[in-house]
T-cell receptor, first 116, second 117 residues
Framework: AQSVSQHNHHVILSEAASLELGCNYS??????LFWYVQYPGQHLQLLLK??????LVKGIKGFEAEFIKSKFSFNLRKPSVQWSDTAEYFC??????????????FGSGTQLTVLP | EAGVAQSPRYKIIEKRQSVAFWCNPI?????LYWYQQILGQGPKLLIQ????????DSQLPKDRFSAERLKGVDSTLKIQPAKLEDSAVYLC???????????????FGPGTRLTVL
């Protein structure tokens, strides 16, 4: 069964610091990769996604993620965080098996707190 | 474009009572999902519908949970009887795999926060 690991449960940064959140998955075949964000009091929103092609994916609000197949990783990055980036971030993966996508599996989330 | 709608937003019940949640997906989205998100964890899929048929309900506790999507649009998820461990946020999501060539993206509703006392 596929699994997703987010090793950082809570990250605290000051404004303007750089961010990198780790995401590793366990599946050797073709995968779709996602980062979702949940701002306080709001619903899950898609931040960015990778299906194929350029492994460096750019999303909304200055976020980007790099798919490194050899490391089974899809880490999220932002060069300079803002207070408004305070939120919980979820990595999610769905694998392809027999030509169809399997269920979306989420990591346990990383709570990011940005101090003004 | 309207998003995924869910109601109620909050529900408090006592154990052994029953409860139902409603979801209306994004217009035209054929696939609908129900997830359970326990505090401190990521969402876990309970059931997936394609139109009005069930695609995957392998993680649905069928002794107490049921779901339907009779007309292939909106859906209800029911718990009967509820247990303390059912306290969670129940999320509905929808996607349109046909429009994206199978590479579908799921869009989530605001969720229903259930507290079982």
């Amino acid at each position: 069964a596929q699994s997703v690991s987010q090793h950082n449960h809570h990250v605290i940064l000051s404004e303007a610091a750089s961010l990198e959140l780790g995401c590793n998955y366990s599946y050797g075949g073709t995968v779709n990769l996602f980062w979702y964000v949940q701002y306080p009091g709001q619903h899950l929103q898609l931040l960015l996604k990778y299906f194929s092609g350029d492994p460096l994916v750019k999303g909304i609000k200055g976020f980007e993620a790099e798919f490194i197949k050899s490391k089974f990783s899809f880490n999220l990055r932002k060069p300079s965080v803002q207070w408004s980036d305070t939120a919980e971030y979820f990595c999610a993966v769905n694998a392809f098996s027999s030509g169809s996508a399997r269920q979306l599996t989420f990591g346990s989330g990383t709570q990011l707190t940005v101090l003004p | 474009e309207a998003g995924v709608a869910q109601s109620p937003r909050y529900k408090i019940i006592e154990k052994r009572q029953s409860v139902a949640f409603w979801c209306n997906p994004i217009s035209g989205h054929a696939t609908l999902y129900w997830y359970q998100q326990i505090l401190g964890q990521g969402p876990k899929l309970l059931i997936q519908f394609q139109n009005n048929g069930v695609v995957d309900d392998s993680q649905l506790p069928k002794d107490r949970f049921s779901a339907e999507r009779l007309k292939g649009v909106d859906s209800t998820l029911k718990i009967q009887p509820a247990k303390l461990e059912d306290s969670a946020v129940y999320l509905c999501a929808s996607s349109s795999p046909a429009a994206s060539g199978g590479r579908d993206t799921q869009y989530f509703g605001p969720g229903t926060r259930l507290t079982v006392l």
